[in-house]
């Protein structure tokens, strides 16, 4: 099914956010850039869903998403119903396709975490009026991606040649991040994964035909030794990703060479810290690096609803006529205000 879909009240055609695999590498910089104006504080036209309605459904746990989305959705002119895990009829067996059919007679957009499957989100999506948003799923948590993208354009002031590091689970975060940061000449993303815990074979595929696209580099390897050095960013997750439990009984053993600790500074003294959140200080991450001067982790996070509001806006705004021929919009007349920081 096409992401573009016909908005019932005859404003721009409304797309469906699943996968970052949706985006055209034009509408991924539109959105990234627009959370970073949104951040910078100097985005303007913020009512792009004046008069609409969105549906933030969420199944599984969540601060920093369901906040930013609800709290976004507020901030560009939307109403909001909230749906929490036990109020669907999904829970008496109805399908999702049936359940998305009726939410489309009534919602502009939905926001769903379920921590299933993909195919469960394309299910929401199989009707043609209203758009769908990956909150979170077990495959992919693409708007933590694009939170990521605009924290590194806020702080950086570009994504293009960018290194950065990530340690421990491939996680829905990890693959995420994988498929974005590729679509970036020059971005080294270098993964340090648990063994048995790396990225899904289908979305190494996906990111390393991005990066032979862009000229990026996506490394991974189960171990943490010859680290390179110079990376710009050390990035890491909660070891227990929400809605999954662990195969084998001695992980945390697995897991605990992968804790990012301040010796990983050593080699990458200038490089910033980034967590997804929550984090447990003293598994994943130790104190010293969460609460230290290096880490942006809860910019970071304050960063979801502005990325939130962007990605809100994409539901609802029209594409352009060029977007899926231009790859490489330049954010360069943006660089000086985001970087102000």
Do not use: C
């Not at 100097?42 to 549906?55: I, K, N």
């Not at 996680?171 to 990225?199: D, M, S």
């Amino acid at each position: 099914m096409d992401r573009h879909t016909t908005d019932r009240q005859g404003r721009r055609p409304a797309r469906h956010l699943i996968s970052i695999d949706d985006l055209t590498d034009r509408d991924l910089r539109r959105i990234v850039a627009r959370g970073a104006e949104f951040s910078a504080g100097t985005a303007t036209g913020s009512d792009a869903l004046d008069g609409l309605v969105a549906g933030i459904y969420f199944a599984k746990t969540s601060t920093r998403t369901r906040t930013a989305f609800s709290s976004g959705a507020l901030r560009v002119g939307a109403k909001t119903v909230a749906y929490g895990p036990g109020d669907l009829q999904l829970n008496t067996g109805e399908s999702v396709e049936d359940t998305g059919r009726v939410l489309s007679g009534m919602l502009d957009v939905l926001v769903a975490r379920t921590a299933g499957p993909e195919a469960e989100l394309r299910g929401w999506a199989a009707q043609d009026r209203m758009a769908v948003v990956n909150a979170m799923s077990a495959e992919e948590h693409p708007t933590q991606a694009l939170t990521d993208l605009t924290t590194l354009l806020r702080h950086f002031g570009r994504i293009e040649g960018l290194r950065i590091l990530y340690v421990g689970e491939g996680n829905n975060t990890a693959a995420a991040l994988a498929l974005a940061l590729t679509r970036f000449p020059g971005v080294h993303f270098e993964l340090r994964t648990p063994p048995g815990y790396g990225l899904l074979p289908s979305i190494t595929r996906r990111a390393l035909a991005q990066a032979e696209r862009t000229g990026a580099m996506l490394v991974e390897r189960h171990d943490m030794d010859l680290l390179p050095e110079g990376f710009d960013v050390v990035y890491t997750t909660r070891w227990q990703t929400t809605g999954t439990e662990k195969p084998d009984a001695n992980w945390r053993e697995i897991f605990a060479p992968f804790q990012v600790t301040a010796g990983l500074w050593e080699g990458s003294p200038r490089a910033a810290f980034m967590h997804d959140l929550p984090a447990h200080r003293g598994e994943e991450v130790t104190a010293e690096v969460l609460d230290g001067p290096m880490s942006i982790a809860f910019a970071q996070a304050t960063n979801k609803m502005h990325s939130a509001m962007a990605v809100l806006e994409y539901t609802h705004s029209g594409p352009d006529a060029d977007a899926d021929g231009d790859s490489a919009l330049d954010l360069a007349g943006l660089r000086p205000a985001l970087a102000a920081r």
